[in-house]
């Protein structure tokens, strides 16, 4: 959710102003990729009670609704999140940020 909400204003940012990819290898939006799939964004839910770092980032999710769905592919999957499962606090370290 921290990506598409401004904390100054305490508000959701304009989905007008977002496009998403899927299937990409490369991070450059440009480059031209034969399995990339791309949409703008049709709206941005954010959880109601999420404040961003003044709340610690709880709730940090965000469901974004495109103009343009995705075809699942067997490079353009969806996520499978297991709510359910617990997660052991640990420490971890910040990897590599893509090409």
Known sequence: AHCFYDE????VKDAANYYVAAGKHY????????????SQIESITVPDRYIGARGNFAQDIVLL??????????LV???????????????LQVGHYGK
């Open 27 to 38: 991070r450059s939006w440009n480059t031209d990729e034969d399995y990339a799939q791309k």
């Open 65 to 74: 609704n495109l103009k343009t769905p995705f075809e699942l592919t067997g």
């Open 8 to 11: 100054a204003s305490n508000k």
């Open 77 to 91: 999957r969806p996520v499978c999140l297991d709510w359910d499962n617990v997660l052991e606090r640990e420490h």
